[in-house]
């Protein structure tokens, strides 16, 4: 089955490291957080992705294009030819199709304009560039199967920014910095679609995914949430990278699924 990530937008929040790189190629730990979403998918047998390029697209390729000869030590011959000796190949089993999108697309546009890339297959999922969690994957794919509607949407509840507060009267009972918002449920991405959800897009540049095809979805009661209660944080801001290159640093990302 395919998977299919959204790498095109500019990243504007995060223009500390933007300005010189897609975001999903920036850094966590040695990384782009690109691969660390890849290396999700595949821990759980999803290995074929289909990347949405836009914005420095053309760094991406260049990231994958060269990620053996980065990734494995190298002896170089110079005479009588120039020659190259890659040493402890990369054992990644993986399959990407990188696709420029457009740098002014949408998230719909973009995903309207891969669609000849997902061959006849029934189902397809898709995520963003900059989100990291240790959801399942393989339950969340049993899970669009078993209610056979149109779209999967993994619903997270993020840590709260601030930290909460149980009081009586002007007591505080409890002090809690860093717990998830208990109330509602947002889009956490890691979507599963059947492929007639394709029919919702349009290949104009301002078709906005999360606008009128999901809830015109949802409208027609063609919209499932799988609930996710674990891990889950975007990176936005250069405070989000600094959380999750800490967590890396020292030992403790959720989303790892043992796979450094």
Excluded at 30 to 38: Q, R
Excluded at 47 to 54: Q, R, S
Excluded at 98 to 122: F, N, S, W
Excluded at 165 to 189: A, Y
Aim: glycine residues 8%.
């Amino acid at each position: 089955m395919k998977v299919v990530i959204l790498c095109g937008g500019k990243g504007t929040r995060l223009k500390e490291e933007t300005v010189f790189r897609p975001k999903p190629l920036v850094m966590v730990g040695e990384k782009p957080i690109l691969w660390h979403i890849m290396k999700l998918y595949a821990h759980y047998g999803f290995k074929d992705f289909v990347l949405c390029l836009g914005y420095l697209g053309e760094t991406i390729k260049q990231y994958f294009l060269h990620y053996e000869l980065m990734n494995s030590d190298l002896t170089i011959s110079f005479f009588p030819r120039p020659q190259v000796k890659v040493h402890q190949r990369s054992q990644l089993d993986w399959q990407v199709t990188l696709v420029d999108t457009g740098v002014e697309a949408m998230t719909g546009c973009r995903l309207k304009r891969i669609e000849h890339y997902l061959g006849d297959q029934q189902d397809f999922m898709v995520t963003y560039g900059d989100g990291l969690s240790n959801v399942n994957l393989k339950e969340l794919y049993e899970f669009h199967r078993s209610h056979g509607c149109i779209a999967t949407v993994t619903g997270v509840r993020p840590l709260s920014r601030f930290g909460e507060l149980t009081v009586e009267g002007d007591v505080v009972k409890e002090f809690s910095e860093k717990t998830q918002v208990n109330r509602g449920w947002i889009n956490g991405g890691f979507f599963v679609f059947r492929r007639e959800f394709l029919n919702y897009l349009t290949n104009e540049n301002n078709c906005v995914l999360e606008r009128e095809p999901l809830e015109r979805l949802a409208r027609e009661g063609q919209l499932r949430i799988y609930k996710h209660r674990g891990y889950w944080q975007c990176m936005d801001t250069y405070r989000d990278m600094e959380q999750l290159n800490n967590l890396w640093r020292r030992g403790e990302a959720p989303w790892e699924v043992g796979l450094k």
